[in-house]
């Protein structure tokens, strides 16, 4: 409901909806049917609470909607891109994310905003879900792998540094070892910084739960494990190449790991645990890396 505040109550992260709603209908998925339509907030509202959780400390920043790349399509105003761009003029020490991005929307033009800001963080979340045309034809997502690994060739010419993170569901109904091993490829031949991996799960009401599904959970089960095996050497070996650099964490809270004093995340939304008592929650710091695992990196 507009013009009311949204209570907040940490700092230093907030999450700013610039949209509710999604026209997407990807096959096993309930959210078109329970939030509705699209509707893009006016862009006015949004950049001057953006303005205003600046002015009150806030330091990341996330802008939220299920698919950030169809802002302004119901409306007919300013597009994500602009939108961001503006965002971008906004003065001040703060850190600007987004999420979710579509692949099938997901445009050079974004990724040109991106890398030519001061303060979007070059780290993307681009939702794949499998790397099978088949599958993604029947869950109805609307690109294919190549369109796929062509955006992210792009984002990665524009941005080198940039981190990158994704979905997979393994499992959904019909998919073959042969529909499975080409997700595996497009996660060797991408290498995710990190991956959220689901398996397939029955939505009532969605064209997916009447699809026939003749894989047995043990196979799934099986397949996921895999994928898991697969996609935690390639987080390990990225952050391996953080080992000994310096990079800014911005502190979110104290590090739950005992050897350790506060934690917080870098641009590219690593997590980092940092030894050193004298920092406080919504500090940036460079933090010297001296330890990697598959989930996080460790400093002083
Ligand atoms: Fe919309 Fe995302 Fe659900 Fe697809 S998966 S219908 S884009 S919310």
Known sequence: IEGITPLRKE?????????????????YCIVPY????????????????????????????????????????????????????????????????????????????????????????RSVHLPVQSGSDRILKLMNRKYDAEKYCELIDYARSVMPDITITSDVIVGFPGETEDDYNKTIELLNKVRFDSLFTFIYSKRPGTKAALMEDATTPQEKQIRFDKLLEVQ???????????????????????????????????????????????????????????????WALFGR
């Open 11 to 27: 700092q230093p992260c907030a999450w700013l909806s610039i949209m509710y709603g999604c026209n997407n209908y990807c096959s």
């Open 34 to 121: 329970v939030r509705g339509r699209e509707r893009s907030r006016d862009p006015k509202l949004i950049l001057s609470e953006l303005d205003t959780l600046v002015s009150e400390g806030y330091k990341d920043i996330t802008l939220l909607v299920q698919n950030v790349n169809s802002y302004g399509n119901d409306t007919g105003d300013i597009d994500f891109s602009e939108l961001l761009k503006r965002a971008d003029s906004i003065e001040g020490d703060f850190r600007l994310r987004f999420m979710t991005s579509h692949p099938k929307d997901a445009s050079r033009k974004l990724f040109d905003v991106m890398a030519n800001s001061r303060h979007i963080c």
């Open 232 to 294: 935690n050497q390639i987080s390990r070996s990225i952050n391996e190449t953080y080992l000994n650099r310096k990079v800014r964490v911005l502190i979110d809270g104290k590090s739950e790991d005992p050897n350790y004093d506060f934690k917080g995340r870098t641009n590219g939304f690593k997590l980092v645990h940092i030894k050193n008592d004298r920092l406080k929650t919504g500090d940036f710091a460079d933090v010297t890396i001296d330890r990697v695992s598959t």
